[in-house]
Protein backbone atom coordinates (compact mmCIF):
# COMPACT_ATOMS: atom_id res chain seq x y z
CA UNK A 1 0.00 0.00 0.00
CA UNK A 2 1.87 2.85 -1.03
CA UNK A 3 1.48 6.17 0.89
CA UNK A 4 -0.47 8.33 -1.89
CA UNK A 5 -3.25 6.01 -1.47
CA UNK A 6 -4.39 7.06 1.66
CA UNK A 7 -3.36 10.27 0.66
CA UNK A 8 -6.24 10.11 -2.34
CA UNK A 9 -8.45 8.46 0.22
CA UNK A 10 -8.53 11.82 1.57
CA UNK A 11 -11.13 12.78 -1.51
CA UNK A 12 -13.38 9.64 -0.49
CA UNK A 13 -13.30 10.86 2.58
CA UNK A 14 -14.92 13.97 2.07
CA UNK A 15 -17.04 12.73 -0.59
CA UNK A 16 -18.38 10.43 2.30
CA UNK A 17 -19.04 13.21 4.47
CA UNK A 18 -20.64 15.36 1.94
CA UNK A 19 -23.13 12.42 1.41
CA UNK A 20 -23.85 12.04 5.21
CA UNK A 21 -24.98 15.62 5.11
CA UNK A 22 -24.48 15.75 8.53
CA UNK A 23 -22.27 19.27 9.03
CA UNK A 24 -19.15 17.59 8.81
CA UNK A 25 -16.38 19.59 7.30
CA UNK A 26 -12.64 17.76 6.52
CA UNK A 27 -9.63 19.58 6.73
CA UNK A 28 -5.92 18.62 5.99
CA UNK A 29 -3.31 19.08 7.94
CA UNK A 30 0.46 18.18 7.28
CA UNK A 31 2.28 16.82 10.40
CA UNK A 32 5.70 16.03 8.45
CA UNK A 33 6.93 19.47 9.74
CA UNK A 34 7.24 17.75 13.46
CA UNK A 35 10.96 17.29 14.70
CA UNK A 36 11.43 14.51 17.02
CA UNK A 37 10.09 13.91 20.52
CA UNK A 38 12.55 16.14 22.48
CA UNK A 39 11.51 17.28 25.36
CA UNK A 40 14.83 19.72 25.94
CA UNK A 41 12.84 21.68 22.80
CA UNK A 42 9.61 22.09 25.80
CA UNK A 43 10.35 25.64 27.34
CA UNK A 44 8.62 27.20 29.99
CA UNK A 45 5.65 25.04 28.96
CA UNK A 46 5.74 26.49 25.09
CA UNK A 47 6.59 23.64 22.60
CA UNK A 48 8.65 24.76 18.86
CA UNK A 49 5.55 26.36 16.80
CA UNK A 50 4.81 22.63 14.47
CA UNK A 51 4.41 20.99 17.74
CA UNK A 52 2.05 23.98 19.36
CA UNK A 53 0.33 23.92 15.58
CA UNK A 54 -0.14 20.28 15.83
CA UNK A 55 -1.47 20.37 19.97
CA UNK A 56 -4.17 22.81 18.92
CA UNK A 57 -5.45 21.27 16.06
CA UNK A 58 -5.71 18.14 18.06
CA UNK A 59 -6.59 20.13 20.81
CA UNK A 60 -9.76 21.26 19.01
CA UNK A 61 -10.83 18.22 17.83
CA UNK A 62 -13.45 15.78 19.10
CA UNK A 63 -12.45 12.50 17.99
CA UNK A 64 -9.89 10.94 15.49
CA UNK A 65 -9.64 8.65 12.41
CA UNK A 66 -6.25 7.10 12.29
CA UNK A 67 -4.96 5.44 8.79
CA UNK A 68 -1.59 3.62 8.67
CA UNK A 69 -0.60 0.86 7.32
CA UNK A 70 1.24 -2.28 8.61
CA UNK A 71 5.02 -3.17 8.71
CA UNK A 72 5.92 -6.23 10.78
CA UNK A 73 2.85 -6.31 12.91
CA UNK A 74 2.89 -2.97 14.13
CA UNK A 75 2.31 0.87 13.29
CA UNK A 76 4.47 2.13 10.21
CA UNK A 77 6.57 4.81 10.60
CA UNK A 78 4.65 6.49 7.79
CA UNK A 79 1.61 8.34 8.89
CA UNK A 80 -1.76 8.68 7.48
CA UNK A 81 -3.75 10.25 9.94
CA UNK A 82 -7.39 11.08 10.04
CA UNK A 83 -9.09 13.51 12.57
CA UNK A 84 -12.38 13.58 12.52
CA UNK A 85 -14.09 16.52 14.07
CA UNK A 86 -17.87 16.82 14.72
CA UNK A 87 -18.41 19.33 12.51
CA UNK A 88 -14.58 19.14 11.17
CA UNK A 89 -12.67 16.41 9.63
CA UNK A 90 -8.82 16.74 9.77
CA UNK A 91 -7.02 14.54 7.27
CA UNK A 92 -3.46 14.24 7.87
CA UNK A 93 -0.82 11.80 5.59
CA UNK A 94 2.73 12.81 5.42
CA UNK A 95 5.90 10.46 6.17
CA UNK A 96 6.69 11.39 10.00
CA UNK A 97 6.46 8.67 12.89
CA UNK A 98 3.08 8.41 13.53
CA UNK A 99 4.30 7.57 17.45
CA UNK A 100 6.20 10.88 17.29
CA UNK A 101 2.71 12.70 16.86
CA UNK A 102 0.95 10.82 19.22
CA UNK A 103 4.10 11.59 21.57
CA UNK A 104 3.89 15.10 20.68
CA UNK A 105 0.34 15.60 21.69
CA UNK A 106 0.16 13.62 25.04
CA UNK A 107 2.88 15.74 26.04
CA UNK A 108 1.47 17.71 29.46
CA UNK A 109 -1.07 18.53 28.81
CA UNK A 110 -2.38 15.14 27.47
CA UNK A 111 -4.16 17.01 24.63
CA UNK A 112 -5.72 13.00 23.28
CA UNK A 113 -7.43 12.68 26.26
CA UNK A 114 -10.92 11.46 26.51
CA UNK A 115 -11.85 11.46 22.90
CA UNK A 116 -13.09 9.41 20.87
CA UNK A 117 -11.33 7.34 18.06
CA UNK A 118 -11.20 5.01 14.88
CA UNK A 119 -8.03 3.21 13.03
CA UNK A 120 -8.42 2.00 9.07
CA UNK A 121 -5.69 0.39 7.40
CA UNK A 122 -4.67 -1.38 4.42
CA UNK A 123 -2.13 -3.29 3.15
CA UNK A 124 -1.28 -6.99 2.21
CA UNK A 125 -1.83 -9.64 4.41
CA UNK A 126 -4.48 -8.62 7.30
CA UNK A 127 -4.54 -5.18 5.87
CA UNK A 128 -2.90 -3.65 8.61
CA UNK A 129 -5.66 -5.52 11.14
CA UNK A 130 -2.57 -6.19 13.47
CA UNK A 131 -1.49 -2.63 13.25
CA UNK A 132 -4.43 -1.48 14.26
CA UNK A 133 -4.19 -3.24 17.52
CA UNK A 134 -0.66 -1.77 18.25
CA UNK A 135 -2.41 1.29 18.00
CA UNK A 136 -5.10 0.49 20.29
CA UNK A 137 -2.65 -0.52 23.07
CA UNK A 138 -0.72 3.03 22.84
CA UNK A 139 -4.13 4.51 23.02
CA UNK A 140 -4.67 2.84 26.52
CA UNK A 141 -1.74 5.24 28.02
CA UNK A 142 -2.65 8.29 26.66
CA UNK A 143 -6.46 7.98 26.83
CA UNK A 144 -8.01 7.97 23.64
CA UNK A 145 -11.36 5.59 23.12
CA UNK A 146 -11.46 3.75 20.29
CA UNK A 147 -14.36 2.27 18.81
CA UNK A 148 -14.48 -1.69 18.73
CA UNK A 149 -16.96 -1.56 15.36
CA UNK A 150 -16.63 -1.47 13.01
CA UNK A 151 -13.60 -2.93 12.18
CA UNK A 152 -11.97 -1.44 8.67
CA UNK A 153 -8.73 -2.93 7.24
CA UNK A 154 -8.85 -3.97 3.73
CA UNK A 155 -6.26 -6.58 1.55
CA UNK A 156 -5.48 -3.74 -0.89
CA UNK A 157 -3.61 -6.54 -3.26
CA UNK A 158 -6.64 -9.43 -3.40
CA UNK A 159 -8.83 -9.48 -6.02
CA UNK A 160 -11.04 -7.17 -7.02
CA UNK A 161 -9.39 -4.25 -7.66
CA UNK A 162 -9.76 -2.20 -4.50
CA UNK A 163 -7.93 1.34 -6.10
CA UNK A 164 -7.49 2.44 -9.81
CA UNK A 165 -4.23 3.17 -11.27
CA UNK A 166 -4.26 6.53 -9.54
CA UNK A 167 -4.62 5.16 -6.27
CA UNK A 168 -8.29 6.41 -5.81
CA UNK A 169 -10.43 4.45 -3.43
CA UNK A 170 -12.99 2.29 -6.47
CA UNK A 171 -14.08 -0.54 -4.41
CA UNK A 172 -18.24 0.03 -3.41
CA UNK A 173 -18.14 -2.27 -0.24
CA UNK A 174 -14.84 -1.16 0.55
CA UNK A 175 -16.17 2.98 0.35
CA UNK A 176 -19.61 1.40 2.31
CA UNK A 177 -17.26 0.03 5.33
CA UNK A 178 -15.19 3.58 5.60
CA UNK A 179 -18.99 5.11 5.76
CA UNK A 180 -19.59 3.23 8.56
CA UNK A 181 -16.87 3.46 10.50
CA UNK A 182 -17.36 7.50 10.22
CA UNK A 183 -20.75 6.97 10.95
CA UNK A 184 -19.95 5.07 14.16
CA UNK A 185 -17.11 7.15 15.12
CA UNK A 186 -19.44 10.24 14.87
CA UNK A 187 -21.90 8.66 16.98
CA UNK A 188 -19.30 7.50 19.34
CA UNK A 189 -17.93 10.95 19.70
CA UNK A 190 -21.15 12.34 20.17
CA UNK A 191 -21.33 9.97 23.35
CA UNK A 192 -18.66 10.80 25.14
CA UNK A 193 -19.84 14.31 24.63
CA UNK A 194 -22.91 13.74 26.43
CA UNK A 195 -24.87 14.45 23.13
Given at each position: MKLEHWCLCFDVVIDISKELNNGVKV???????????NTDLE???????????????????DCYLFASPEYNFSVTGSLNFLQ?????????????PLKNAID???????????KAAAVVSAGGGWGGGRSQYHLRQIGVFIDLHFINKPEFYLNAFEP?????????????????RLKKVLLSLHA????????
Open positions: EYVDISPLPMLVNGTFPPAVEAFRQKIAEAKVIFAMLFVPSVAWASRPPNVWADPAKFDADGTLIHAESKEYALRLKGK
